[in-house]
């Protein structure tokens, strides 16, 4: 991992409350080469609002703090929202959860991916479209003349996930965030949209950073595994080595997942212990 | 939506089976069709349970008791219930609402008369209201929370809360007394009165098809006060709808993703979540549009606006129930029309909808 795409140094957000703030993200360092990140963790571990911060895309009144936080030689810290804007879609790109909502209904696939295209390169109309339907090949529809001109709602919901990734791959990003881009969908599309976009993202020496709750999904398909619990990093490891993961919590993720074959009455239940939270009160810093 | 389409789970459900444009359009028919039918049935009681004796209204308190009892059979109020019913429906059906007791005239020649004067007000009030409402409703709902959210929510709250009547008054007070920047009370001045020729019955469209350019511009300054005052009241409901609209749409997902992509703020807002706010708005406006024609009531009395209004208010004061029955009924049909309108409209700016046909 020679050139470091991404660096993340003790990244917190903090949603002010009534009675005192929220720290969803707290103290999230890493770095990112050419290569695919996981980050995993139940629901409200941070995993999702550290995606959306690397962006800087937290709904005010949220609160982004870091020690650094840069994206090759850009700093996202100090830049303003019109260059961030200018980067968003270009340079990192993010697929949501269920391309039902996160689609607009109203309007047509294609002029949703040309747009992206027009948004940044300036592009004319007949350039868009044209880079849109290239596009559209490119995450394997066969006809994608016909589904340009298609609704959201008129399309499968693996259709509209890989409608999903040709939006935000199309001005040609070097960084892909893709929080939990499979779990809305059928199991057998699943692994057909990760595969699409594997190929992709290979294709075009991007860094990829996969947030989902899956272990077996992460660890199956990315290079490094992020495990994280309420808003801190607990443990990385390489997924070939998941197995010989150190933490207890993740031991614990570990134990909890049924295997196909293994009769269990009981899944073991999950031992949340408090003294983790205090246990790396100082940022955890991870190799490059 | 209201009776038009609530009506008609059955036709709905009809429609689905055999899905196509022509059982749809059949569908569209029949719930108009049951909902004329309720709306007859209404005024019909209504006549009947006014506590207005229509006979004595015609034949005056000194009459005998066999003048009274011949006309009383002449127009039919002796008959068995059903048939008076079935013979109001045929009437009805035939344009015949009877003749008005102040004007002697046909009351569907008032109306047609009046009904022009109102059109052209709420038209313009709507326009008012839809042009000004949803922009301050989109600002509203991107600023919510801070101070330019609260002063257009305090606007709005004051067109829902303050009488018509009151306004209107401190509005002729101000802008024709004091500082004559409008003309006053009426659709014209008298000076210019009858000399265009009623085409459509929209004196600021008659007087351009005339090329009367003065009398145009006369009607337009008569036409600006009430209408901006109406316009105003719809203008305070579409801007809270558009708001509360708006501010479901920006927390949607797809919002985020439109973010993502690099788009601007100000395009994520006006273009992606606009776009998915309008087909909401569609039904809100169609309805805005109807209330306006209530509204009209107090307007046109206050601005002696020679519309629906007006006339309705008179002939209610004067008993004269031929002419309330019949303008109730032309309201109830706007209504009907105005929701059938905004069935059709809602395919254009939603493509599910669209699929369904």
């Not at chain 1, 005010?60 to 968003?88: A, F, Q, V, W, Y």
């Amino acid at each position: 991992m020679s050139d470091t795409l991404l660096r993340v140094r003790n990244l917190s957000v903090t949603y002010p409350g009534d009675d005192g703030d929220f720290r969803a993200v707290r103290g999230v360092s890493f770095s990112l080469g050419r290569e695919r990140l996981g980050i995993v963790g139940e629901s409200g571990s941070g995993k999702s609002t550290t995606g959306r911060a690397i962006m800087r895309l937290i709904q005010h009144p949220g609160r982004i703090e870091s020690d650094e936080l840069s994206l090759g030689d850009t700093d996202l810290r100090s830049l303003s929202e019109r260059g961030m804007r200018k980067l968003r879609g270009r340079r990192i790109a993010m697929v949501l959860q269920d391309p039902k909502y996160s689609l607009d209904p109203v309007m047509t696939v294609g002029r949703q991916i040309a747009e992206t295209h027009r948004t940044h390169m300036a592009s004319s109309k007949a350039a868009a479209r044209a880079a849109a339907l290239e596009m559209l090949e490119a995450v394997h529809i066969r006809d994608p003349e016909r589904v340009y001109g298609m609704y959201p709602h008129q399309v499968s919901g693996g259709m509209g996930q890989r409608i999903m990734i040709a939006m935000m791959l199309i001005a040609g990003p070097e960084l892909l965030i893709a929080d939990e881009p499979t779990s809305a969908l059928d199991v057998t599309v699943q692994s057909q949209v990760l595969s699409i976009m594997d190929q992709l993202v290979r294709e075009r020496g991007m860094g990829l950073i996969l947030i989902s709750h899956n272990l077996h999904l992460v660890s199956a398909f990315c290079d490094r595994v992020l495990v994280m619990y309420a808003g801190q990093i607990m443990e990385v490891c390489d997924s070939g080595r998941l197995a010989e993961a150190q933490h207890p919590y993740t031991r614990g993720l570990l134990a909890a997942l049924p295997e196909l074959g293994q009769r269990r009455a009981e899944l073991p239940q999950l031992q949340r212990d408090p003294a983790w939270l205090d246990d790396i009160a100082a940022p955890m810093e991870t190799r490059a | 939506m209201s009776a038009a389409t609530t009506a008609t789970p059955a036709a709905r459900g009809r429609v689905r089976r055999f899905a196509g444009p022509v059982r749809r359009v059949a569908g569209v028919v029949f719930s108009v069709l049951l909902t004329f039918l309720g709306l007859t049935c209404v005024t019909f009681v209504i006549g009947r349970v006014m506590p207005i004796d229509p006979v004595l209204a015609i034949v005056g308190d000194k009459a005998s008791a066999e003048t009274y009892a011949q006309v009383r059979a002449e127009i039919g109020l002796d008959l068995p219930i059903p048939v008076q019913y079935w013979r109001y429906l045929m009437k009805v059906l035939h344009g015949e609402f009877g003749t008005s007791v102040i004007t002697s005239h046909p009351v569907l020649d008032d109306l047609l008369h009046v009904f022009p004067a109102t059109l052209e007000l709420s038209v313009l009030a709507l326009i008012i209201g839809v042009v000004v409402g949803v922009p301050l409703g989109v600002f509203a709902a991107t600023h919510r929370d801070r101070w330019q959210d609260q002063v257009i929510r305090f606007v709005s709250l004051l067109g829902y809360s303050m009488p018509v009547f009151w306004l209107g008054l401190v509005g002729l007070l101000l802008f024709y007394a004091k500082l004559g920047w409008v003309e006053g009370p009426g659709r014209l001045d008298v000076s210019y009165d009858d000399i265009v020729p009623t085409i459509t019955g929209l004196i600021t469209v008659d007087s351009l098809i005339a090329g009367e350019v003065e009398v145009f511009w006369n009607a337009f300054w008569h036409l600006v006060l009430p209408a901006s005052l109406l316009g105003y009241l719809s203008l305070a409901y579409v801007a809270r709808m558009t708001r509360s609209f708006m501010l479901a749409q920006l927390n949607q997902e797809y919002v985020l993703a439109t973010l993502a992509k690099g788009l601007s703020p100000w395009r994520v807002v006006w273009v992606h979540a606009l776009g998915n706010v309008w087909v909401q708005l569609v039904t809100v406006i169609a309805l805005t549009f109807g209330s306006l024609l209530e509204g009209a009531v107090l307007t046109e009395t206050v601005f002696a606006w020679p519309g629906l209004g007006l006339y309705m208010k008179n002939s209610l004061f004067n008993a004269d129930l031929n002419a309330v029955l019949g303008g109730t009924i032309l309201v109830g049909v706007v209504y009907i029309g105005l929701n059938m309108l905004s069935d059709l409209v809602y395919p254009l700016v939603d493509p599910r909808a669209r699929d369904r046909w």
